[in-house]
């Protein structure tokens, strides 16, 4: 099966092409035929976050460039003379768009340049997101949809990061992946700029939130906290660089004027799976306050604490949150996931831990580094899924900003 992926729902537009094989019994196989991402950061950096509209306009530009780029790389953007688009079809399309001019525009202009490619099914992101950002995918998956003659595959983003876990190739250099077969219930944490869940994963598709954060995502808390240190947006990569030096310094034994820097680990004994992270973030601003200056050291110490606070929790709650459920493996996924200290602090929870479901980190599945942000690839990945085991959703297609798994 031929799918193509469409990710829209925050501030990468993303768009992949894969041919996939296989069925649950027998595992399956992934062949990325075309897959690109463009991110929005650098626009974004100016504002110090993503404003929905900015982000929708941005998306609603790229779209179809990117569908060109990618079709092209798949092997499908056969040129044909032009043919004019059947007025009643244009007249749908503009409606479809209507609210997209730039997609519009440019979506008019390309599409009867090309042959219809051999895409089976065109999987996309419909929540949870930015509604006005989701929107601009969907309404781009309705268009091609009307023009190929092609069924529209509706997607959970997070069901998408969860599949990123399971994604393994050879090596960097393959677009060949297979996908990891688990044995259920399994656990998953996903952990982004708008997410921080915990979900138990019964079976294939069947999910329930054990647990969530009440107020910020970590991606938030690392971004916010940025910002209070001055750092730009996003702050995830930042406060993780300050602390990896920080944690450096430490070993060579390098002393700082200030020390006993600490900041709390909220709800980490409150008996439940939810978390809480905007507590860290007042405690970093009152403690910014009280301090005489912010120097970079300084700087470093608290992204450090920040980091290890944060983290600290992440592994207790997964932990029990293993032990309660038997979970025979845990999936991580998310923009987070990026970050080297709770990779590692996973990776030690997997081999320190004696019990076999997580011996030598078999059962610990951490996505590859460029699959942890937003990609298309994972949504083509969950669409191919659905749709291979006839799970496609039948509801009419529409944003969901708070879609929820399970
Ligand atoms: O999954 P993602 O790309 O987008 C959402 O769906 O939210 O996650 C983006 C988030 C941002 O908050 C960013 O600061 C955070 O992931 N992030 C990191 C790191 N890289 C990205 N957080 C901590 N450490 C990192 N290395
Ligand atoms: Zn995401």
Redesign the pocket.
């Known amino acids: 099966m031929i799918i193509l992926g469409i990710e829209t ?4 537009t993303a768009i992949s092409i894969i041919d996939g094989s296989g069925s649950l019994e027998k595992g399956f196989e992934i062949q990325v035929r075309g897959d690109k991402t463009l991110s929005q950061i650098e626009l974004h950096k100016q504002y110090g976050g993503v404003f929905p509209n900015v982000a929708k306009r941005e998306h609603s530009r790229n779209l179809t460039p990117l569908l060109k780029t990618v079709l092209e790389e798949a092997g499908f953007g056969i040129f044909k003379s032009q043919l004019s688009i059947f007025k009643e079809t244009e007249e749908k399309l503009r409606e479809i768009l209507n609210r997209e001019p730039e997609l519009l525009e440019q979506f008019l202009e390309f599409i009867p340049t090309i042959e219809k490619p051999p895409i089976d099914a065109i999987a996309v992101t419909e929540g949870p ?1 930015l509604e006005p950002c989701l929107w601009t995918g969907i309404n781009l998956a309705r268009a091609l949809s009307l023009v190929w003659d092609i069924p529209i595959v509706p997607v959970n ?1 997070m069901e998408g ?1 969860i599949f990123s876990s399971l994604l393994r190739r050879e090596n960097m250099t393959t677009v060949n992946y297979s996908l990891l077969t688990i044995h259920f219930p399994a656990l998953a944490l996903l ?5 921080t869940e915990l979900v138990l994963i019964k079976d294939w598709f069947d999910y329930e939130i054990i647990g969530q954060t009440r107020d910020d ?4 808390a ?2 916010k906290v ?1 910002r209070l240190l001055g750092l730009p ?5 930042e ?2 660089r300050l602390a990896e030096q920080r944690r450096e310094s430490k070993v060579k034994g390098q002393k700082l004027k200030v020390e006993g820097i600490q900041l709390p680990r909220p709800m980490l004994h409150s008996g439940d799976y939810d978390f809480s992270f905007s507590g860290i973030k007042t405690s970093v601003l009152y403690l910014i306050k009280k301090l005489p200056e912010l120097t970079d050291d300084i700087k470093k110490e608290i992204a450090l604490e920040f ?1 290890n606070a944060v983290t600290e929790v992440l592994i207790a709650k997964t932990k029990r949150a293993m032990g309660q459920y038997g979970a025979q493996a845990l999936l991580l996924g ?3 996931v ?5 990779r590692r602090a996973f990776e030690g929870l997997a081999e320190s831990d004696g019990r076999p479901i997580l011996l030598n980190g078999k059962f610990l599945h951490i996505p590859e580094l460029n699959l ?3 990609n298309a690839l994972m949504i083509a990945v969950a669409g191919f899924l659905r749709s291979r085991e006839k799970r496609a959703g039948t509801e009419p297609l529409r944003a969901q900003g708070n879609m929820r798994l399970g």
Request: proline share 5%; net charge negative; hydrophobic share 25%.
């Open positions: 729902s925050c501030d990468e997101g983003h990061h952990i982004s700029g708008g997410h995502a970590v991606g938030e690392f971004d940025a947006y996003p702050g995830g990569p406060i993780s980091e998310g923009g987070v990026a970050n080297k200290h709770i942890t942000t937003d």
